[in-house]
């Protein structure tokens, strides 16, 4: 199902609207390690916002109406989570990841169920468990460099490109990569870090998934 752009755009500034700054409350939260005090400016509330309606629109556009919206809906909204959570205190939560896993292997699975995207739903799997196996290689092989919340964040950026198609997946981690290299990169030109600083690695992948997603996903089925 298809829907107008007018109605989509509503709906998503309405969506954005309300669940925003709350979303934003929860990112600086967990950013600072669980602080209730801890409240997000108006800025970072303004730009989580924007984000989440890009991304909801994004989604919109992409796949119309169909289960699989919801999914791709609920993802958004813990990339915006994970993405400040990430940059503000170099976290990403289980309590955000896990139930992203759930919400959207179930419309996965629906979407499946409706559309008959069985073979889609299969990839998707098994993306999600060979980018989250190499991912925990890695991890094993240099902890100091990928952290066990980017093992979990690339099994569920696997499970979500891979319904979209191999080489979307291929794509997203390979943007990834690239747009964390050029982060470093300029963070070192800049001197705003050194070859011993922690760089966040979950908002080059997000930003890598999506960046595949907007240039070269088609919906199966």
């Known amino acids: 199902m ?13 969506v954005a609207v309300v669940l925003g700054p709350w979303l934003a409350r929860v990112a600086v939260r967990l950013g600072s390690r669980d602080d209730d005090a801890a409240l997000p400016s108006p800025l970072q509330t ?45 976290r990403l939560p289980d309590r955000v990841t896990y139930p992203a896993y759930a919400v959207c292997g179930t419309g996965l699975l629906v979407d499946a169920a409706v559309e008959g995207t069985w073979t889609a739903l299969l990839r998707a799997v098994v993306a999600a468990v060979v980018a989250g196996g190499i991912a925990a290689l890695g991890w094993l092989v240099s902890p100091q460099g990928l952290g066990l919340g980017d093992v979990k964040l690339l099994g569920l950026i696997g499970l979500l490109l891979g319904w979209f198609g191999w080489g979307v997946l291929m794509a997203g981690v390979f943007l990834g990569l690239l747009t964390g290299a050029l982060v470093s990169v300029l963070l070192l030109l800049t001197r705003r870090a050194t070859w011993q600083t922690a760089v966040p690695f979950g908002p080059p992948l997000l930003a890598g998934a999506v960046l595949a997603l907007a240039t070269g996903a088609i919906p199966p089925g």
């Open 2 to 14: 298809e829907l107008s752009r007018p109605a989509l755009a509503v709906t998503v500034l309405l």
């Open 46 to 90: 303004g730009v989580m916002t924007a984000v989440l309606a890009a991304l909801l629109a994004g989604a919109g556009e992409l796949t119309g109406l169909r289960p699989v919206t919801a999914a791709l809906a609920w993802a958004a909204g813990a990339a915006v989570v994970l993405g400040a959570a990430d940059l503000l205190g170099h």
